[in-house]
Antibody, heavy 116, light 113 residues
Framework: EVRLVASGGGLVQPGGSLRLSCADSGFTFSNYWMSWVRQAPGKGLEWVANIKQDGSEKNYVDSVKGRFTISRDNAKNSLYLQMNSLRADDTAVYYCATDRRLFDSWGQGTLVTVSS | DIVMTQSPDSLAVSLGERATINCKSS????????????LAWYQQRPGQPPKLLISWASTRESGVPDRFSGSGSGTDFTLTISSLQAEDVAVYYC?????????FGPGTKVDIE
């Protein structure tokens, strides 16, 4: 059974940085593409970024290109999202999810609030 | 980007009655070489992460009750809940995984009437 736990969210000022983590248990993490998907308060879902099993391929939604970096450490069964130059419209719950083009297992999410 | 739209925005249905949600994509998500529609449906209960219900437009995931069904092809799709139960109160999202980036519909909120 896939169990994903996201952490690292919090309150940050505009222009600041934050690093999210997602730890897995219960499945072979290194077998999967992984994604971050976010949801602004009261809004819908937006895919943010994904990463191939070995980290050799990464993709991003246009709105975060150049600001966010996705990475993974298969030895630690962990996924990361480094978020720089944060803006108010990055405020959202960030979910990690297994990615086989559709998202079949999701973590609980971590809230990122960008505000002064 | 492929734009996904859903209708209605919300609906209220009596327990045991049928609920129907529509989803439309701005371009076809049918891959003709394998005749598969790259369309999924998710359920998001309040305070919970989304849960995958249906893939390939009509394939129920393991453990999903058979009152949930998906249909459609090309650009027009439907999620049907044949007999609404209290635990089905949620927001439902369609998602295309045909093109990059993957995109979601805005969601349809389902409540009990």
């Amino acid at each position: 059974e896939v169990r994903l736990v996201a952490s690292g969210g919090g309150l940050v000022q505009p222009g600041g940085s934050l690093r999210l983590s997602c730890a897995d248990s219960g499945f072979t993490f290194s077998n999967y593409w992984m994604s971050w998907v976010r949801q602004a308060p009261g809004k819908g879902l937006e895919w943010v970024a994904n990463i191939k099993q070995d980290g050799s391929e990464k993709n991003y939604v246009d709105s975060v290109k150049g600001r966010f970096t996705i990475s993974r450490d298969n030895a630690k069964n962990s996924l990361y999202l480094q978020m720089n130059s944060l803006r108010a419209d990055d405020t959202a719950v960030y979910y990690c999810a297994t990615d086989r083009r559709l998202f079949d297992s999701w973590g609980q999410g971590t809230l990122v609030t960008v505000s002064s | 980007d492929i734009v996904m739209t859903q209708s209605p925005d919300s609906l209220a249905v009596s327990l045991g009655e049928r609920a129907t949600i529509n989803c439309k994509s701005s371009q076809s998500v049918l891959y003709t070489s394998n005749n598969k529609n790259y369309l999924a449906w998710y359920q998001q209960r309040p305070g919970q992460p989304p849960k995958l219900l249906i893939s390939w437009a009509s394939t129920r995931e393991s453990g999903v009750p058979d009152r949930f069904s998906g249909s459609g092809s090309g650009t027009d799709f439907t999620l049907t809940i044949s007999s609404l139960q209290a635990e089905d109160v949620a927001v439902y999202y369609c998602h295309q995984y045909y093109g990059a980036p993957p995109t979601f519909g805005p969601g349809t909120k389902v409540d009990i009437e």
